[in-house]
């Protein structure tokens, strides 16, 4: 058995720790660029509370909340040069995973030159970024737990991530209250979503034991709390489950990656500008039938904990929970149509090759473009 495990990142968890972020971001620069989407965390007050907390430990700030759902490179460039003009020197994102991503994106171009997608794609290489403070509001992406930043290049509709150690936070201040101000859907797609990262961490080829570890155990705090909450149940503690869950699983792909579901819904995405979550939920069950003879006992390991027994199972459990939380979508639900199955399935071989490798079971273009068929 031979690994390596290294994730040098400041977790801060629990209720109302959102209070701390000035006190945690001091240390790191006088005057930061608060990184929002364009609207929840104002409505929310959570920027409010976190502009007072820089302000009370003395640290100046600006805003740039022009961040989307998948966030662009353009738009990541667009903060960065905000960023040198104010002349900041500690970034801090208020947000889901578009918003932190987008802001470790921010974070890097601040201090590198040259384009963005060459980084993307390793042919530049940098461990520089500003220093990243991180505060999530919605519990699926996990980006507060890992080095990865999502991206879609407008221009080509490539989505692809920014991957070095220089992103990852310095502190990631992970409170679940922050979290409960989320629409139903929202909560359905970001949850489904924590989930995929713990089933493809722990099927991935790069798995290993403490990828393992923290997969089995988030996937269990998400089997006990992700439909109690959907369906409205006032539990702060499986809140406090949920949120973890999510901050585990973004780790875990740290250390083992994503597979093939994830590999997939990234060209989709790219192309069409769908909620990650949904596109997660068309792909997955049709990659898991495909790929189940991979590892069949870790398949039968995840149906256990959802109240399965088989791998065959697997599959079927999956379109329950989907049923469950209202994003059972196929591929033409979401707006697709067969005539974009070639260019998903070249694109998927061009910006997932690593997620293609991981798979438990390793397919070709064509066979990545009958699986797309069969989710549509």
Known sequence: MEFQYYLPVHIVFGRKKVAEVGALTAPY????????????????????????????????????????????TTTAIEGATLAREQQCEVVVAIGGGSIMDCAKAIAFLA???GDINDYIYGRKTSEKALPIILIPTTCGTGSEGNGFAVLTNPQNKDKKSLR????VAKVSLVDPECMMT???????????????????????????????????????????????????AQDIE???????????????????????????????????????????????????EASIEGCPDKFARIAQIFGGSTAEELPGIIRKLLQSLDISFSLSKLGFKEEDIPWMAENCVKVSAASIANNPVVFSQQQIAEIYKKAM
Not at 185 to 192: D, P, Q, R, W
Not at 265 to 287: F, M, N, Q, R
């Open 29 to 72: 620069g006088k005057k930061a660029l608060i990184v929002t989407g364009t609207s929840s965390a104002k409505k929310s007050g959570l920027y409010k509370k976190v502009a007072q907390s820089l302000t009370e430990a003395k640290v100046s700030h600006c805003l740039f909340d022009k961040v989307t759902q998948n966030p662009l």
């Open 111 to 113: 201090v590198n030159n």
């Open 164 to 167: 070095c150690n220089a992103v």
């Open 182 to 232: 989320m629409p139903k859907k929202v909560l359905a797609s970001v949850g489904f979503d924590a989930l995929c990262h713990c089933m493809e961490a722990y099927t991935s080829k790069l798995a290993q034991p403490f990828s393992d570890a923290l997969c089995l155990y988030a996937m269990e705090l998400i089997a006990s709390s992700l439909v109690k909450i959907y369906q409205g």
């Open 238 to 288: 499986a809140w406090e489950k949920l949120t973890l869950a999510s901050t585990i699983g973004g780790m875990a792909i740290n250390i083992a990656g994503v597979t093939l579901s994830h590999g997939m819904e990234h060209p989709a995405s790219g192309l069409k500008d769908i909620v990650h979550g949904y596109g997660l939920a068309a792909l997955t069950p049709v990659v898991l």
